[in-house]
């Protein structure tokens, strides 16, 4: 049986009031569907395993679901939201429905593509219902910009959730499976329905868990070297590496030479390929 819902977390008739009083009226154009629904937010909260010292970084908190229910969980909780009407409203919601708290919470007015710091102690965890047009782009900026963030549960579409946790060798895995797997290890977290959000977007959602790796990837290659042969691995998925590599490598002859030296086949594919193969590979890049 679910617990009660505390008065200070957001229902579907709060979020709607909420947004009427502010003339807001969700968007496509930055991805916006609010959780409307407070069991849900807190099993986010308790899926991201969100404990009482964390700092937990938000990522475009809307109207403040979320928002509410980690600061319930977490020591702080910084969000970050680009737009003008929302970013303007949030602290006043979170003075309203969680006054003790308040002092807690640190409001940040900016794209997070473009955060390269932090008020308050550097951030433990990242937490976000993050707009589905640039989920992967915001989570590699982040856990690239803010290495203290140990543990991360996003809610994303729930194809470009298993193309984060996708393995190699399947179908879906690519540049995001391989670029987050670099952070962190990434794993499915779970679905999520469509009616716990408003408006209800056309697609399901799902949770995507990232702990970081305690050990960085072993490789002398630098992430930018290791990115690039990645992006040009799958610009062409349907190539032999040989072929694929050959423009990164400068001709095809060089890409199959750096191949050999890293212990990779020529013949395979970069859907094959672990990140640590990609930074062998990286390592074996031709002097030019």
Not at 37 to 47: F, M, Q, S
Not at 121 to 127: D, E, K
Not at 183 to 211: C, H, M, Q
């Amino acid at each position: 049986m679910s617990s009660p819902i505390p008065d200070a977390l957001l229902g579907p008739a709060d979020i709607r009031e909420l947004a009427a009083a502010l003339g807001v009226r969700p968007t496509k154009q930055r991805g916006q569907n609010f959780v409307i629904d407070a069991n849900t937010v807190r099993r986010i909260v308790r899926t991201a395993e969100v404990r009482p010292d964390d700092t937990v970084v938000e990522v475009g908190p809307g109207l403040g679901s979320l928002t509410l229910a980690l600061l319930e969980a977490a020591d702080r909780v910084t969000a970050v939201e680009i737009d003008d009407v929302l970013a303007g409203a949030l602290p006043a919601t979170v003075a309203a429905r969680m006054p003790e708290r308040a002092d807690r919470f640190a409001l940040v007015h900016s794209d997070a593509l473009h955060v390269t710091e932090l008020p308050g102690p550097a951030p433990t965890a990242l937490v976000a219902n993050l707009p589905y047009n640039v989920a992967v782009p915001v989570l590699l900026h982040m856990l690239d910009t803010f290495p203290s963030i140990e543990r991360t549960l996003v809610m994303v579409q729930a194809e470009v959730a298993d193309r984060l946790a996708a393995a190699p060798g399947s179908k879906v895995y690519g540049v995001p499976s391989v670029k987050a797997n670099w952070y962190a290890e990434v794993k499915r977290a779970g679905a999520i329905g469509r009616t716990v959000f408003w408006p209800a977007p056309n697609v399901d959602s799902g949770l995507v868990a990232l702990v970081r790796r305690t050990e960085p990837i072993p490789t002398t290659a630098t992430k930018a070297q290791v990115f690039r042969v990645v992006d040009a691995a799958f610009a062409q998925r349907r190539k032999t590496l040989r072929a694929a590599l050959a423009g990164w490598a400068g001709s095809a002859a060089a890409a199959e030479t750096a191949l050999v030296a890293a212990g990779v086949s020529p013949q395979a594919r970069g859907e094959s390929l672990t990140v640590e193969e990609f930074a062998r590979i990286a390592e074996h890049a031709p002097r030019v």
